[in-house]
């Protein structure tokens, strides 16, 4: 597998085109960034931390029969994925109240939510990822409704083998987002990564924050939480 040039930068990772016009190399940096990327810090190890984690949790999704990017980690910082046509719509599910649903509907942090919340948020930084609905994802043609239907279907899925795995490792899953992507054949699959960036985890009987809210809200010790989740789970890092 031959690395050929950098095909775009996001805020944390850098994504490589390969010899192979399916596949992609994904980079994982230590750049740490918040509120829509108005805050960046580097941080030690997270760039490792995070591609080890994202290569574990998807290997435990597809076994459960999710279809996901990855193909095989490459080096600490690097894995080799399934190149996709990236939908630009985050797909969140939220089984307790947090972060900007705590804001815009001023319920309680930590409230259950019964059952679990679905949403969508256009991935666009310059506007703010505004809040959207299914049918703003087909008028504007970010996606198709039978798309749509398999986002949210996968989402579910991702919400049910994850609060398990979590649930054994003594914490709460309380909210997450996943980005999908279109492959050459077709399907919709998996893509971006699921690291404690992208999702909130909580300690089940202290509540303490185990994922980037450290970092948003300044608690420290950001990278010590995530291998502290990353060791319970049985990631090897
Ligand atoms: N399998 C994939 N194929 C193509 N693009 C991908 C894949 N996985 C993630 N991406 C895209 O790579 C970019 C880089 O990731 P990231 O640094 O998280 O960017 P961002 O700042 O946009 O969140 C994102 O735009 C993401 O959607
Ligand atoms: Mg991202």
Known sequence: MEKRE???RGKAKSVYKTDDADRLILLFRNDTSAFDGKRIEQLDRKGMVNNKFNAFIMQKLEAAGIPTQFDKLLADNEVLVKKLDMIPVE???RNYAAGSLVKRLGVEEGMKLNPYTFE???????????????????????GTAEQLVRMKELSLKVNDVLTKLFDDAGLLLVDFKLEFGVFSDGSIVLGDEFSPDGCRLWDKDTKKKMDKDRFRQGLGDVIEAYEEVAKRLGVPL
């Open 6 to 8: 950098e095909l775009y």
């Open 91 to 93: 797909c969140v599910v």
């Open 120 to 142: 969508l948020f256009l991935k666009d930084d310059a506007k703010g990822d505004p809040f959207i609905n299914e049918s703003h994802v087909v008028a504007f043609g970010w």
